[in-house]
Structures are given as C-alpha cells and as structure tokens.
C-alpha cells in the first residue's frame, strides 16, 4: 500500500524559511522520479519542483533560486526547502511520484498546509 506523508507546513512571515518533508513507503523510491506540488485556494494544482533518480531538479519559475529539492534515498524521503517565502507561495503543498510527462503514479497523500503572511 503506497502511503505518502507530508510534513512540515506552518505559518511563517514574508520572507521566512520553510522545510518540508514527504516519507514515502509501499513502492520502490529510489527507482522513482519524485515531485513536490502546491494547490492554493481556488487554483489547480501545479508542479513546484522534481528531482530524477539521478539527482537532476527542475523548478517553476516562481520558485526558481528560493526553493531547492532534495532526496534520501535511505530514508525513502523527499524535502523540499523554502526560502524567502512570499504570500503567493500559500497552499497545500504535496508529493508523488511522476512519469514521463509529469504524470503522476500515486493517490495523493493528505499533503502539508502552508501559509505565508505579508
């Protein structure tokens, strides 16, 4: 059974850091590209940041040079560290696993809230 537990959401000032956390289980991580996404009120959900079995990252431009992804593959752990948090950067932030496309593999964990105040 793929779990998907995403930790970490807060409430922080503009400006403030952030470190989230996703523990994966029930498939094989490190064989698997991983991906933290965000859904802000009202909006779809969108891609935040990915990283490949072999390390490579790719992020949105909104995020590019404040967030950074990294992965344990001992640990079967994603993180994805924010810096210089900005209002916009509120939603409900989660992981998965993704395919060719961005196609993501799991259901959709319970994710982490995170809020940013002015």
């Known amino acids: 059974q793929v779990q998907l537990v995403e930790s970490g959401g807060g409430l922080v000032q503009a400006g403030g850091s952030l470190r989230l956390s996703c523990a994966a289980s029930g498939f094989a991580f490190s064989i698997n590209a991983m991906g933290w996404y965000r859904q802000a009120p009202g909006k779809q959900r969108e891609l935040v940041a990915g990283?490949?079995?072999?390390?490579?990252?790719n992020y949105a431009n909104s995020v590019k040079g404040r967030f950074t992804i990294s992965r344990d593959n001992v640990k079967n752990t994603v993180y994805l560290q924010m810096n210089s948090l900005q209002p916009e950067d509120t939603a409900v932030y989660s992981c998965?696993?993704?395919?060719?496309?961005?196609?993501?593999?799991?259901?959709w964990g319970q994710g982490t809230l995170v809020t940013v105040s002015p």
């Open positions: 998965n696993a993704f395919a060719l496309g961005y196609r993501t593999l799991f259901a």
């Open positions: 990283i490949t079995v072999g390390g490579s990252t």
